[in-house]
């Protein structure tokens, strides 16, 4: 019975690994929307780029070729926005939602 357990678990695993990814980047979306953060900030960035990254991982289990192809253009315009916003002065650091 528990090996049964584990193992629908892990069958699971994937599929719920890129469920937080796919809540991540729609709840900072939604944060955009409303005006409670910024395109331009940290936490957005971030956000974006670990989310893409768990649905990276959930696609090496159940492989889509044009998913994947969006998701590392995802990855990568965050990672570039991470670190643009890193390499920016303290000045713009500063937003509220972060």
Do not use: H, R
Request: net charge negative.
């Amino acid at each position: 019975m528990q090996t049964l357990y584990i193992s629908t678990l892990l069958e699971f695993l994937p599929d719920l690994i890129g469920l937080f990814g796919v809540i991540l980047i729609l709840w900072y979306y939604f944060l955009l929307q409303t005006g409670k953060c910024t395109a331009n900030s940290l936490m957005f960035s971030l956000a974006n780029l670990i989310g893409s990254a768990l649905l990276l991982i959930s696609l090496w289990f159940d492989w889509n070729l044009s998913a994947v192809i969006i998701e590392i253009a995802w990855f990568l315009i965050s990672l570039f926005g991470v670190i643009k916003t890193m390499n920016q002065p303290a000045l713009y650091k500063n937003n509220p939602a972060d």
